[in-house]
């Protein structure tokens, strides 16, 4: 079945660590994104990606980093310059780069800074 | 720019009961509508969407939503909640022309058995 896989599910990061979340597409989507999700904040995006080599900033991109050297890979990348890493991180894709165009979304990782 | 509103943090109805969940939006042309439904610890399903056409729109697991032009609102029903129905409901806009998804902060619905 296609679908999007996030791994890991659950992840535990110490203080001044980056840490990279995978995130991998079998639906031949051109477009990727990355979601953060806090209680009562809804969706707010990261990053996104059109095509292969290429990505945008979201409205929250400071301290994040992403790659698209995959049509199916889009790998995030939490950095020690995030202040507040703490969330649940959701990836998606879709067919195009469009506002008509419906969201795959993956099961979700939750990062913890302890 | 566009923007989506729940209104509605937390709601809670009984098992059987009917619901409502409202979508205010913004946006200066025809927007892309979608309501999304989210389990605990889980990415979203799509439960429906509207593109143009007929503004009673039916969905997944029983919703419908009606787009209401003249009051921007786009709100999720579904006529008899199950318990299986408690998650977060998220409403979303899009544009042609624009190339991102906006989302709503969430609604997220507690069914008393």
């Known amino acids: 079945d296609g679908g999007i896989t996030q791994s890991p599910k659950y992840l535990f990061r110490k203080e001044g660590q980056n840490v990279t979340l995978s995130c991998e597409q079998n639906?031949?989507?051109?477009?990727m994104y990355w979601y953060r999700q806090d209680p009562g904040q809804g969706l707010r995006l990261i990053y996104y990606?059109?095509?292969?080599?290429?990505?945008q900033k979201g409205d929250i991109a400071e301290g994040y980093s992403v790659s698209r050297e995959k049509k199916e890979s889009f790998p995030l990348t939490v950095t020690s310059a995030q202040k507040n890493p703490t969330a649940f991180y959701l990836c998606?894709?879709?067919?195009?780069?469009?506002?008509?165009?419906?969201?795959?979304f993956g099961a979700g990782s939750r990062l913890t800074v302890l | 720019a566009q923007s989506v509103t729940q209104p509605d943090i937390h709601i809670t109805v009984s098992e059987g009961a009917s619901l409502e969940l409202r979508c205010n939006y913004s946006?200066?042309?025809?927007?892309?509508l979608f309501w999304y439904v989210q389990s605990p610890g889980q990415g979203l399903q799509l439960l429906l969407k509207?593109?143009?056409?007929?503004?009673l729109v039916q969905g997944i697991k029983g919703f419908e939503a009606e787009f209401k032009r003249s009051q921007s609102s786009f709100n999720l029903r579904k006529p008899s909640v199950h318990w299986r129905d408690a998650a977060e409901y998220f409403c979303?806009?899009?544009?042609?022309?624009?190339?991102?998804?906006?989302f709503g902060k969430g609604t997220r619905l507690h069914i008393l058995p």
């Open positions: 509207y593109f143009s056409g007929d503004t």
């Open positions: 998606a894709s879709s067919m195009s780069l469009s506002g008509a165009n419906v969201l795959t």
């Open positions: 990606s059109q095509i292969v080599n290429d990505f």
């Open positions: 946006y200066g042309a025809t927007p892309y």
């Open positions: 979303a806009v899009g544009a042609h022309r624009d190339d991102k998804i906006i």
């Open positions: 639906l031949n989507h051109d477009a």
